[in-house]
């Protein structure tokens, strides 16, 4: 062999050598390119082990801000399920793509399997669908829900982004019951007052233009009279009513004496029933009540007189003081005509009547049981009712014994 | 289901549309029957006449879906779940309309019975639940139709029969207050009118639930007892 021949088969050695090492770390490489995620990139030598370290920094960095991102989208997710809204992201042709808890609720959505669906498809209100395609959402809408029973929801679609909007959706329901009851008291108030006043002006202007001999002005003076009794009674309530509202602090515990103040409601009663009712008492147990008089009184007597007005002629009305080691209740149970259940979340309302034609010609002036409500919350009392149609109706309620006083020795019989 | 398979044809956006309109439909069916009942509770005049007034709304949506179907299969010819959608998109629209038709009935029977200020005592409670019986199977109805869902479709058909023993229940109510006191009668008429305007509506939706399973399994249950129909969902 010459030397010649010897360097040519070293150098093609080394050659083939070096095509085998490049091949073999190409393959490496090669197969971890195929799932770069999955592994850490091929370790070498030389400079393949350079660009290999590189790739390594690289990738180590790259999976370090991909789960930084990951964890900014589930913290964000966290944060709009969070949210007391509905939210749900739509597409630029109103299609689902996400949707939060609250929207689940409110429209039933499911953002897994409605995803792509059209929002309208599962968002069908009417008033919707007309804001849908009106397409003027600088205003929110306001919808009665058809999914959730007397639920009033405010809907708005904000765009974002290019082609993109949020549905966000909020459960107004107790804000629209407000301002509804709101707009009714003061219209039901001045409706109230305005009544007997058209009657006053009304004689007031005959007697002052027509010459009256004495008697028929005393006729009419006389007509007058229950009508302006009738406007000091409301305005008297209301004052009752908003006193009790804006006196929120405790009420001072004096004693107030049940035995008496009962019978003296009891007495009340049978004068407006002028003796066709029978109006029962019975009284157990031997404790006073601590509390202010005067509002246990207005209490006591407005159930009783209701119980009274309401109930047709040889009508029962049982009233009913029973005290012990675990408090007091009080009830007041009628014959009458009863209450439909659809009225008994309202009967507290000021000014709301099961049947406006019936209560004020009794002579109520709609606010007494609205005064009973306020007067019990500030006694720590809650009021119930319960009734039957046609049947009769029971009001209750029941004093915690932190509120009994037990009875002086010479008022126990 | 056929929407997520192939978004981007023109056939697909215009079966999306049609679908979408159809439940907008049954929306606005919703709110009818649920105002309708509202009215003959309240006696709202306001609300009775809006009842009345939007029944035209109905029937304009019936027109044009019809149109809409009349077109697609026109120009598409669709056939197989395609053609089954539109088949039954057809006889469910003509169901909502009906529906439509009974909440407007009973808009008008509530306008008489306040008129005749009819006694409190004989709007009926039962009514209202199963007039809230009939809407929520609606709603059932269209949520399955929009999600081509087979189980709540079939929970459907089986509510209805808690509709029909309800109108049965009224009827018998009724029959005490009429033999009790004969100047009941005409009002207790009037509100078996509204009774069995609300279990038609349960029929309706009943129905709109058969045809979400005919577009779904190809299979017609339209009088079929509900074991059968069970029976037969369970098979696959």
């Given at each position: 062999m010459t030397p010649l021949e010897l360097i040519l088969g070293l150098v093609a050695a080394a050659l083939g050598w070096l095509a085998w090492r490049d091949w073999r770390e190409f393959r490496k490489l090669q197969r971890w390119a195929a799932q770069p995620r999955l592994t850490d990139p091929p370790e070498a030598d030389g400079e393949w082990g350079e660009v290999f370290n590189d790739l390594h920094r690289h990738r180590r960095a790259t999976l370090h801000r991909r789960r930084q991102l990951a964890q900014l989208i589930v913290r964000s997710r966290r944060g709009a399920e969070a949210l007391p809204y509905g939210v749900a992201v739509l597409d630029?042709?109103?299609?689902?793509n996400w949707c939060n808890e609250a929207a689940h609720a409110h429209f039933g959505l499911d953002p897994e399997r409605d995803r792509?669906?059209?929002?309208g498809n599962f968002v069908r209100e009417p008033e919707f669908v007309e804001y849908l395609t009106a397409g003027d959402f600088s205003q929110p809408v306001r919808l009665e829900s058809t999914r959730m029973r007397r639920q009033t929801l405010s809907l708005q679609i904000v765009s974002f982004g290019q082609e993109e909007h949020l549905l966000l959706s909020q459960d107004v329901t107790g804000a629209a019951r407000m301002e509804e009851m709101r707009r009714d008291f003061v219209s039901n108030v001045s409706h109230e007052l305005r009544t007997p006043l058209t009657v006053l002006s009304g004689f007031l202007e005959t007697i002052h233009d027509l010459k009256l001999d004495a008697t028929r002005v005393r006729d009419y003076t006389g007509l007058m009279v229950p009508q302006a009794e009738r406007m000091t009674r409301l305005i008297e309530d209301l004052l009752t009513l908003s006193s009790l509202e804006h006196a929120p602090a405790p009420p001072p515990a004096d004693r107030i004496a049940i035995r008496p103040l009962l019978e003296r409601v009891r007495q009340e009663a049978v004068a407006l029933s002028k003796n066709r009712h029978r109006v029962l008492l019975a009284v157990e147990g031997a404790h006073d009540l601590a509390g202010v008089e005067g509002e246990i009184a207005s209490v006591f007597l407005n159930l009783v007189t209701n119980a009274v007005r309401y109930t047709p002629e040889n009508g029962e009305v049982h009233i009913r003081w029973r005290s012990g080691e675990d408090g007091a209740e009080f009830s007041v149970e009628d014959t009458g005509i009863g209450i439909d259940p659809e009225h008994l979340p309202r009967?507290?309302?000021?000014?709301?009547?099961?049947?406006r034609s019936r209560s004020r010609e009794t002579g109520g002036t709609g606010l007494g049981l609205s005064i009973v409500k306020h007067a019990l919350a500030r006694h720590n009392a809650v009021l119930e009712v319960d009734s039957v149609p046609g049947k009769g109706s029971r009001f209750s309620t029941r004093f915690s014994a932190t509120r009994l006083l037990a009875m002086p020795r010479e008022a126990k019989v | 289901m056929g929407a997520t398979e192939h978004i981007s044809t023109a056939f697909e956006a215009d079966l999306d549309t049609t679908r979408t309109r159809v439940l907008q439909m049954g929306g606005l069916v919703e709110a009818q029957i649920l105002a309708a009942i509202n009215a003959y509770v309240t006696g709202d005049a306001e609300l009775i006449r809006q009842v009345i007034e939007n029944d035209a709304r109905v029937n304009g949506y019936e027109v044009a879906i019809d149109g809409a179907c009349n077109q697609i299969v026109v120009r598409r010819q669709p056939a197989a779940s395609d053609l089954r959608l539109i088949m039954a998109i057809s006889k469910i629209v003509t169901d909502l309309e009906r529906m439509g038709d009974e909440a407007k009935k009973i808009a008008k029977m509530a306008k008489q019975l306040h008129d005749q200020s009819t006694?409190?005592?004989?709007?009926?409670p039962a009514i209202r639940h199963a007039a809230e019986t009939a809407v929520k199977m609606l709603r059932q109805a269209l949520d399955a139709f929009a999600r081509l869902d087979v189980a709540v479709a079939a929970e459907v058909l089986k509510e209805d029969s808690e509709i029909d023993a309800e109108f049965k229940s009224v009827l018998r109510e009724l029959i005490t207050y009429m033999m009790e006191d004969p100047r009941t009668i005409t009002p207790a008429l009037g509100t078996v009118w509204v009774a069995k305007a609300v279990e038609r509506i349960g029929d309706h939706a009943k129905n709109v639930a058969e045809q979400v399973i005919y577009i779904v399994r190809?299979?017609?249950?339209?009088?079929?007892s509900f074991e059968d129909i069970e029976r037969e969902l369970s098979k696959e």
């Open positions: 630029g042709k109103y299609r689902l792509g669906q059209a929002i009967l507290t309302e000021r000014f709301y009547r099961v049947d | 006694p409190t005592a004989q709007r009926f190809g299979t017609d249950v339209r009088h079929t």
